[in-house]
């Protein structure tokens, strides 16, 4: 075998290594990030709950506010996250 099939194999060995970790720790990711939108995001779909707004308002209203604050505390979160926080806070206080 030559050199550069050595350091070839081994940093494809390394790559594949590196992405199980990050696949693994992404999970965890999320749930901090989750758990740092949570109490803004109920705050604000228990406000937007009891307004006139259609349900695609409320929503728009309540993924804007909680992407402000996202930005605003420097937390980065894709859209869909936000979209799943929103979720979860209206699943919480249906159940309330």
Same mark, same amino acid.
């Given at each position: 075998?030559?050199? /550069?099939? *050595?350091?070839?194999?081994?940093?494809?060995?390394?790559? #594949?290594?590196?992405?199980?970790?990050? %696949? %693994?720790?992404?999970?965890?990711? +999320?749930? /901090? /990030? /989750? %758990?740092?939108?949570?109490? *803004?995001?109920?705050?604000? &779909?228990?406000?937007?709950? &009891?307004?006139?707004?259609?349900?695609?308002?409320? #929503?728009?209203?309540?993924? +804007?506010?909680? +992407? @402000?604050? %996202?930005?605003?505390?420097?937390?980065?979160? +894709?859209?869909?996250?936000?979209?799943?926080? *929103? @979720?979860?806070?209206?699943?919480? *206080?249906?159940? @309330?």
């Amino acid at each position: 075998m030559n050199l /550069i099939a *050595i350091i070839k194999g081994f940093f494809s060995s390394l790559l #594949r290594k590196f992405k199980a970790f990050i %696949a %693994a720790a992404l999970p965890a990711v +999320k749930q /901090i /990030i /989750i %758990a740092q939108l949570k109490d *803004i995001a109920l705050e604000t &779909v228990k406000y937007l709950a &009891v307004t006139d707004l259609s349900n695609e308002e409320k #929503r728009s209203e309540a993924f +804007k506010k909680i +992407k @402000e604050y %996202a930005v605003l505390k420097g937390i980065v979160a +894709k859209d869909s996250l936000i979209n799943t926080v *929103i @979720e979860l806070a209206y699943q919480q *206080i249906q159940g @309330e």
